[in-house]
């Protein structure tokens, strides 16, 4: 049996589903293991640590971008997007917008890097997505996005020039650079029922979960037996299930009792209000691995060296995660992150929502992952976690499938970010607004 998978396109090709063999369960994952790992090197705040929501998903929310007008702005002219996409000044006077995590500082169109040069009609569908659930200051431009129809990357260029004013992203102390890292949705085999070697439950919350916290450490969730008719699937590898909760979603293959096949998505639910430990470092800290090896495959290959360690180094880390099922119909639609739209390959982000708010289109310039080439390009702030902490931090989605795990595994660069905020909005308009029903990545 053959499946899709979809990933990022590089700066150079386009975003478009690959038809390749079998899945397997895959476990060679990098970010995942940077996630277990844990921070070890700073950069503005934590930048591995578990991602979490903060509560079981629900509305949420989002601080508006409070403005303090510093100076008051000069007055400026109407932009004209044809002299802009052909480079010419059109600066005038600055503004500086206040936020919690950070200040935007206006620019000018000419100021980001590789400015025209995206395909911006491969992105437009990812605005439109935002604008199912717009956000307050967003209403009007997404009613106006909705009846646009751009022919040409240049016609969405323009539209957005003539609709938009970019602001680049600062630290509160002006630091302009940051770090991208990648994420990505895993996809497993699995069982409706425990046989053979599918002995890995996937659980669904205990009835109790809301009335008991913190609930019990993953230790005792996974001694406890009667859980077991929780199980929603149950797959091979104990680590794959833990990178599934790391991720907070996940594709599935389900094998069903009477032997058919069908695909479903697990998403977030919920876990116990414990702590997150990583099991990474503690591998460090008893001595089993150095930090250059405590990579995600040097963590897999210490597990099949010790099998007898794996369960003690897993409970090393209480924090236990449930899911529920939803149907998969299109395995072309990605899961739904913290805005509560489905997330675009390579098209979405996940940002810290103090810094920038949800359905904010954003101009990201990095490069390609282990790469100097350059990867510029629109992107929309859909997501968040709690180890995306800053103002210039990003998680670039990637999609799904193993191009996508293997880009978001060695994802890890410099990063520099530009806003597009609604002219017509004000300097005022606010950004909140209710989350989806599960942010994508949880413990991340």
Excluded at 21 to 33: D, K, L, M, V, Y
Excluded at 201 to 221: C, G, H, N, S, V
Aim: proline residues 9%; hydrophobic residues 40%.
């Amino acid at each position: 049996m053959k499946t899709s998978s979809a990933s990022a396109p590089s700066a150079s090709s386009k975003i478009t589903p690959m038809i390749r063999g079998p899945i397997r369960c895959r476990t060679r994952r990098w970010s995942a293991a940077l996630a277990i790992l844990g921070a070890l090197s700073g950069c503005a705040g934590p930048q591995h640590a578990v991602r979490e929501p903060g509560s079981s998903p629900k509305a949420a929310t989002v601080a508006s971008p409070t403005a303090r007008p510093t100076p008051a702005p000069a007055a400026r002219a109407p932009v004209d997007p044809e002299k802009l996409l052909n480079g010419e000044d059109d600066s005038a006077g600055r503004r500086v917008l206040q936020r919690e995590r950070a200040r935007w500082v206006a620019a000018d169109w000419h100021e980001l890097p590789g400015w025209g040069q995206d395909r911006a009609l491969e992105w437009w569908p990812a605005l439109l997505r935002s604008c199912e659930k717009p956000m307050p200051g967003w209403t009007a431009l997404c009613t106006q996005a909705r009846s646009f129809r751009p022919g040409a990357d240049r016609d969405a260029t323009a539209w957005l020039m003539r609709m938009l004013q970019p602001y680049r992203v600062e630290s509160p102390d002006g630091q302009r650079e940051g770090l991208v890292t990648g994420y990505y949705e895993p996809e497993l085999e699995a069982r409706r029922q425990a046989q053979g070697d599918f002995r890995v439950p996937l659980l669904a919350p205990p009835q109790d979960l809301a009335q008991r916290k913190p609930y019990d450490t993953r230790q005792q969730i996974e001694s406890n037996a009667a859980l077991a008719r929780l199980s929603l699937a149950w797959v091979q590898d104990p680590l794959d299930a833990l990178v599934m909760q790391i991720q907070g979603s996940g594709r599935l293959r389900v094998t069903e009792r009477d032997g058919t096949s069908r695909w479903v998505r697990l998403s977030f639910a919920g876990h116990n209000e414990q702590p997150y430990r990583s099991m990474g470092q503690w591998l460090i800290a008893q001595g089993e691995l150095r930090p250059t090896e405590a990579s995600w495959p040097g963590i897999k290959d210490w597990g099949r060296r010790n099998p007898q360690r794996l369960r003690e180094a897993m409970w090393a880390n209480p924090r236990y995660v449930f899911f529920r099922e939803e149907p998969l119909p299109d395995l072309a639609v990605g899961p739904r992150g913290g805005q509560g739209v489905p997330l675009t390959p390579g098209r979405s982000i996940a940002v810290d929502k103090t810094s920038i708010p949800y359905g904010t289109p954003v101009w990201l310039d990095t490069t390609e992952p282990l790469s100097t080439t350059p990867l510029r390009r629109l992107v929309m702030a859909q997501d968040t976690g709690a180890a995306i902490v800053g103002a210039v931090r990003a998680d670039y989605f990637w999609g799904w499938g193993e191009q996508a795990e293997a880009q978001a595994g060695r994802m890890k660069q410099p990063l520099r970010l530009w806003v597009l905020w609604p002219r017509e909005a004000g300097v005022t308009a606010g950004a909140g607004g209710a989350a989806g029903a599960a942010g994508t990545a949880v413990d991340r």
